[in-house]
């Protein structure tokens, strides 16, 4: 079946505007992980969602991001007044349930680029 | 803290050579821990993880506890194998997130 899809692949924006991100899970995964990856780093957890709840959204670095997953399967990634440090790669991953052992599937990324 | 340390940026072998990537972490409990693989222009996949004790294309990792490592093993390398490898840690109960270290890129050179 098909894997975890993101859209869109690559986005520039101006310092300032506000972005979505959008990630389709695999279909019926319950869980959804949103994680930032910058360059030269490993990718860094931003928020967990299980079902249409944020169960964890430690990782979010202020109060500029959001996330939502209004019918517990798309999710979108908002970032208001962006910033160049806010450049990075974003990944999506989606697992059949939360849990410790169940293997998290990544989507190829949405490229942020903040001029 | 939970940390995962992976102190090499870059390591090349030539094809035929063993290779160990070394992943360290920092946890208080008991981890669960994974290898994740980038090939070029491909998505994060897993490739293996403590818990199953397999092997996945010749690759090997054992969880050492005493020392808190979690190197993963290849007795002969293949030029395939070149890519972005990660460690992962997952742990907290109730929220599963990766703790990902840095990444280690493998060259293996013919």
């Known amino acids: 079946g098909a894997g975890v899809s993101q859209t869109p692949s690559n986005k520039v924006t101006e310092k300032g505007k506000y972005v979505e991100l959008r990630c389709d899970p695999i279909?019926?995964?319950?869980?959804l992980y949103w994680y930032r990856q910058s360059l030269g780093q490993g990718p860094e957890f931003l928020i967990y969602?299980?079902?249409?709840?944020?169960?964890?959204d430690s990782g979010l670095p202020n109060d500029r991001f959001f996330a939502v997953r209004p019918e517990g399967s798309v999710s979108t990634l908002k970032i208001q007044r962006t910033e160049r440090g806010d450049s990075a790669v974003y990944l999506c991953?989606?697992?059949?349930?939360?849990?410790?052992?169940?293997?998290?599937?990544f989507g190829p990324g949405t490229r942020l680029t903040v001029l | 803290a939970q940390r995962v340390t992976q102190p090499e940026k870059l390591l090349s072998v030539f094809k035929g050579a063993p290779v160990e990537l070394k992943c360290n972490y920092s946890?208080?409990?008991?981890?669960?821990l994974f290898w994740y693989v980038q090939y070029s222009r491909q998505r994060l996949q897993l490739l293996l993880r403590?818990?199953s004790r397999e092997s996945i294309k010749g690759f090997t990792a054992d969880l050492n506890k005493g020392e808190t490592s979690f190197h993963l093993k290849k007795p002969f390398a293949q030029e395939e194998d070149s890519a972005m490898y990660y460690c992962?840690?997952?742990?907290?109960?109730?929220?599963?997130?990766?703790?990902f270290g840095t990444g280690t890129r493998l060259k293996v050179l013919a």
């Open positions: 991953a989606s697992s059949k349930t939360g849990g410790t052992y169940n293997e998290q599937f």
């Open positions: 279909s019926g995964h319950t869980a």
């Open positions: 969602f299980q079902g249409t709840g944020a169960a964890d």
């Open positions: 946890y208080s409990g008991s981890p669960e």
């Open positions: 403590h818990i």
């Open positions: 992962a840690l997952s742990g907290a109960s109730g929220t599963y997130k990766y703790i």
